[in-house]
């Protein structure tokens, strides 16, 4: 599996195919996180803007192959196996990616809550960040594999289907995405810093679900 998954890893980053998703996450978090504001409000941006991004990142990772590259790996350790990796390789970016922008988000932030006079300490914050952000990446890469291939061949029905279903995802009350954000939100305006770990055991549940089902159906509709 170490080496599928460096396959997987080299091909998307020679591909450059992932510079779209991290330009337009910096840029998302240069317009709406600024130094100075409230950590738990900023760490709340940060980690709803990583779901959509996760979900394109998984969505490259899973078209990025060639079809006669692709062929030969699901033959060489099955299509399901093949088709799980690459999709643990965009968790594993995006969750990198979130794990660099909660560390820069707190380091520019005020450590007070929104009403700028109450103490927030940045440590469990950021560990409250790092919980969110792992969550969204996780939610995110669900929603990513459930819009691509083999569940939706059709590339402007997938795309279009990644964008509701990221949007849900961060408004659907349920979702485990909105309510890490929510807590940090709600956490800002009374100066608590909550921890989010419900959230995240759910997200890894719906998560392993989806790639589960991803990986069954590449199995059974490789040729």
């Known amino acids: ?27 998302v978090l240069a317009i709406s996180v600024q130094a100075g504001q409230p950590v738990l409000d900023s760490l709340g941006y940060s980690a709803a803007a990583l779901l959509p991004v996760a979900a394109w990142l998984a969505r490259i990772c899973v078209t990025a192959e060639p079809q006669a590259a692709r062929g030969c790996v699901a033959a060489a350790v099955g299509p399901a196996r ?6 643990l390789v965009a968790l594993s970016g995006a969750a990198a990616l979130g794990t660099v922008a909660t560390l820069g988000v707190t380091l520019l932030s005020a450590p007070v809550a929104s009403d700028h006079r109450t103490p927030v300490p940045l440590a469990p914050a950021c560990g409250a960040g790092l919980l969110a952000a792992l969550a969204c990446a996780l939610l995110g890469t669900a929603v990513g594999a459930l819009t691509s291939r083999p569940l939706l061949r059709s590339r402007g029905r997938a795309v279009l289907a990644l964008l509701l279903a990221a949007l ?24 608590t810093v909550p921890l989010p770990l419900l959230p995240l055991a759910t997200a890894a549940l719906v998560t392993a679900a989806a790639l589960a089902l991803a990986g069954a159906l590449a199995a059974r509709r490789s040729p």
Do not use: D, E, I, K
Not at 82 to 87: F, K, M, S
Not at 168 to 191: I, Y
């Open 168 to 191: 849900l995802s961060l408004v659907a009350t349920g979702s485990p995405a909105q309510a890490a954000v929510r807590g940090l939100v709600t956490g800002s305006r009374s100066g």
């Open 82 to 87: 093949a088709h799980v990796a690459c999709l």
């Open 1 to 27: 599996m170490t080496a599928l998954l460096r396959y997987h890893a080299a091909l998307l980053l020679r591909s450059q195919r992932w510079l779209p998703p991290f330009l337009l996450y910096a840029a």
